[in-house]
């Protein structure tokens, strides 16, 4: 009994303490809320932005360790990421000296679904070795095999875990079905589970085989620029791998077929996640730096509002302090104090940042990795719960190491602290980095007003964009198709409202890769020709003659074209 009794005293201690504190707050509920909106205006904003910085710097990938997964090939300024020749990748998977496997893919294109109630569907062409190398197991069914990963071999198909409910309403007996893709039909043979994204953050509702042709690759007259990913193998670091690869890609470079091509290429192994969040990783760390300097401003507040506190309660703390309290229990009321300070802050600041989150969401740009993902799971509420725990801690950690002077007593106001240094360094901190934030506020407003005004060379106001996709199987014929887009055309100029139209392969500022070349390769008659190697890329655009007067694109010397 007596054990019993000792075990509980503290826990019946630590509860009169939280009544007391509560007790004192509802004694002054303006200082109570005050110090609570302080709070809450720091926890907010930091789990907002830690919500969407922790899927970009810190969650693991949705692959099993993620850690040895690179993405490996060659760069130069044909593309942005690096790429694989489709008979460089068969040389290197039969050599895979650093590799435990390796996969590859040729990306993400538009494709239909053409049953009953015809949709738009994103498709991904994908080696058999592709989803073994991320780790990824379907939910249903079973991954491409070797033998359907050939040319003119029967179609199959994977479908993503969206269609599956959205066109088979879940049916558990979906595999080995028909699905009409592009008036053809392939076979579903797997269903991708629901996390599942291709390593280039993209996500695909349908995965068919790559069916790379070996023999004509061999041949290296028909180039296939492919992305490639790869498993390490364990103790293996990417820069081990690159050196690895080095003796391959020299032999790459020689047997290169055109020399034009191969100028200022490079060998890149970097992880996965780098080639996922590039650029976004310096601006995430700027942006949680921001935030945590606002939650340290906001702790700052919350410590100056205590001080103050703790300065009209000296008689108090003085009395108490003379019935026999000692220093180390005044201590841990003033934390008790703060600590339930932060936490009420952390809690409104969980839904300041809810709704900043939904805001952040609906404004945000483009490009972002993993943005539409970003929520307040468990372990975001943990960073709160953190972030509430810590700030209780720091502003109460002043009022906590103040000493009550038993001189007090003898005095009938209050008086004020012994260290105002203290207080002054905490000032000037807090204008410090209130300065520096709206020093890099200012900055960011400034570039974003210039992005906002830069001259784009077109009119965009009042422009209307439209994709349009022919499936292959029904417009094979050249001319079928050009009867198509002009009647496509004629029909949108009548359109009321409608002052111009034209048609082009892709809207600016878009582009793809086969619609670009090198600046090396571009001749003029009568003009004399470039360095090797210099310029580099030049995107074309296919148009129609209305395309520049749509655009209110100047026209500097010459004219456009004809019909």
Not at 232 to 254: C, D, H, I, S, Y
Not at 441 to 460: D, T
Not at 534 to 556: E, K, N, S
Request: with cysteine; hydrophobic share 45%; aromatic share 6%.
């Amino acid at each position: 009994m007596k054990i019993r009794m000792s075990f509980l005293r503290p826990i019946d201690t630590l509860v009169q303490e939280v009544r007391f504190a509560v007790r004192e707050f509802r004694r002054a509920p303006l200082f109570a809320l005050a110090a609570v909106v302080a709070v809450a205006l720091g926890v907010g904003p930091a789990t907002a932005v830690f919500s969407v910085v922790d899927r970009i710097l810190f969650r693991s990938l949705p692959y099993p360790q993620d850690d040895r997964l690179v993405s490996f090939g060659m760069t130069a300024p044909i593309a942005p990421d690096e790429f694989t020749m489709g008979y460089d990748y068969l040389d290197w998977h039969e050599a895979k000296t650093p590799f435990q496997s390796l996969g590859a893919w040729l990306g993400e294109s538009d494709c239909a679904y053409t049953g009953e109630n015809p949709a738009g569907l994103r498709c991904a062409q994908v080696d058999s070795y592709l989803l073994p190398t991320l780790g990824i197991q379907p939910l249903l069914g079973r991954n491409i095999t070797a033998g359907e990963d050939q040319p003119h071999a029967p179609r199959v198909a994977m479908i993503s875990y969206g269609l599956w409910h959205s066109r088979f309403a879940g049916d558990p007996r979906v595999i080995g079905k028909a699905l009409p893709l592009d008036g053809q039909m392939a076979t579903i043979i797997g269903v991708l589970p629901p996390q599942f994204e291709l390593p280039t953050l993209a996500r695909a509702d349908v995965l068919v085989p790559l069916a790379l042709d070996r023999a004509e690759q061999r041949t290296r007259r028909k180039a296939m620029l492919l992305s490639t990913v790869g498993r390490l193998q364990p103790g293996v670091t990417p820069e081990r791998a690159a050196a690895a690869l080095q003796p391959l890609f020299q032999r790459a470079l020689e047997l290169g077929v055109s020399p034009e091509f191969w100028k200022e290429i490079k060998l890149r192994v970097r992880p996965l996640r780098d080639r996922q969040v590039q650029e976004a990783r310096l601006a995430s760390w700027i942006l949680f730096g921001a935030v945590l300097t606002v939650l340290a401003i906001a702790c700052a507040n919350g410590a100056s509002l205590l001080l103050a506190r703790a300065v009209s309660r000296q008689r108090e703390y003085a009395v108490r302090a003379a019935l026999g309290a000692g220093r180390g229990r005044l201590a841990r009321q003033a934390l008790i104090e703060s600590m339930l300070i932060g936490l009420a802050g952390g809690g409104t600041g969980c839904v300041l940042a809810g709704l900043l989150l939904r805001l952040f969401v609906a404004i945000a740009p483009e490009g972002i990795p993993r943005l539409q993902q970003a929520s307040l799971d468990v372990r975001v509420l943990l960073f709160t719960l953190a972030a509430s725990v810590g700030s209780g801690v720091l502003v109460g950690l002043a009022p906590a190491l103040r000493n009550p002077r038993a001189g007090t007593l003898r005095t009938r106001g209050t008086v004020g602290g012994r260290h105002p240094l203290f207080r002054q360094t905490l000032v000037a901190a807090q204008i410090s980095l209130s300065l520096i934030l709206l020093a890099g506020a200012g900055l960011l407003l400034r570039s974003l007003w210039n992005l906002e005004n830069q001259p784009l060379g077109m009119q965009s106001e009042g422009v209307v964009t439209a994709r349009v996709n022919l499936m292959q199987s029904a417009y094979s014929n050249p001319a079928r198709r050009l009867a198509f887009f002009e009647e496509l055309e004629a029909r949108l100029r009548k359109i009321p409202g409608v002052r111009e139209a034209a048609l082009a392969n892709w809207a600016p500022p878009e582009g793809k890769l086969e619609a670009q070349m090198l600046y090396a390769l571009l001749n003029v008659a009568g003009r004399p020709g470039h360095e090797e190697g210099t310029g580099g890329m030049v995107m074309w655009r296919a148009v129609t003659p209305r395309y520049f007067a749509a655009l209110g694109i100047p026209i500097l010397r010459g004219r456009g074209f004809q019909e």
